[in-house]
């Protein structure tokens, strides 16, 4: 079911007088993808589990609303992500970056992929390297270099940042600077 069904089937009221976006987030299980949108929507992380499946969040900013669909990241499930790429104007992938070794590699696999997929290999992304708070984080400088952005991503609206959860301030100014890669990639395609 796309983003427009589902607000006409579930969504009562008039229409939000900012522009909406409809965005995909992926990532392995465990990189947080859920803590990450549920304290953006100023909702609790005490019980939060892995996603099975998938869920949708509108996430409310001051000049935009994400309307985010969170796959979830496990094996069994990661093989049915391109089902619900239609439809999205852009991604948020999110690692843990202070994964293993192995973790990372899978992530960089997943991250390499999506940048190369057809529905979404013209959208923006905003790559989050998450738990910068933990001692064996990553910076976003080795995530960059291990993962090959530069060249990967050469003519790709793309943005890297660090995230925690324990800096949600950080956290949304790095999706405020995707919405500006939107709102730039909407006045691109005319579209209003």
């Known amino acids: 079911m796309d983003f427009l069904c589902f607000r006409t089937l579930c969504c009562k009221g008039p229409p939000s007088p900012r522009p909406e ?14 803590s990450l949108l549920s304290r953006l929507c100023s909702e609790a992380t005490d019980n939060i589990g892995p996603t099975t499946g998938f869920s949708i969040k509108a996430v409310p900013f001051q000049n935009a ?7 979830g990241g496990a094996d069994s499930i990661k093989k049915y992500w391109s089902r619900y790429y239609q439809g999205s104007q852009g991604v948020v992938f999110i690692l843990d970056s202070a ?15 999506a ?14 390297a ?27 609206s793309w943005i890297l940042e660090g995230s925690s959860v324990d800096n949600m301030d950080a956290v949304k100014q790095s999706f405020t ?16």
């Open 177 to 192: 600077q995707l919405i500006e890669l939107l709102e730039d990639k909407d006045q691109d395609t005319g579209r209003i």
């Open 99 to 113: 994964s293993t070794d192995e973790d990372l590699e899978m992530a960089r696999t997943e991250l390499h992929s």
């Open 130 to 156: 998450n738990h910068q708070d933990k001692p064996a984080a990553r910076t976003t400088q080795e995530i960059k270099k291990y993962f090959e952005l530069e060249p990967l991503a050469r003519g790709k």
């Open 65 to 71: 609303i994400l309307n985010v669909k969170e796959l």
């Open 115 to 128: 940048l190369q997929h057809p529905q979404l290999c013209t959208l923006p992304f905003l790559i989050l």
């Open 21 to 34: 976006y409809d965005l995909v987030c992926i990532g392995l299980t465990g990189s947080g993808k859920t």
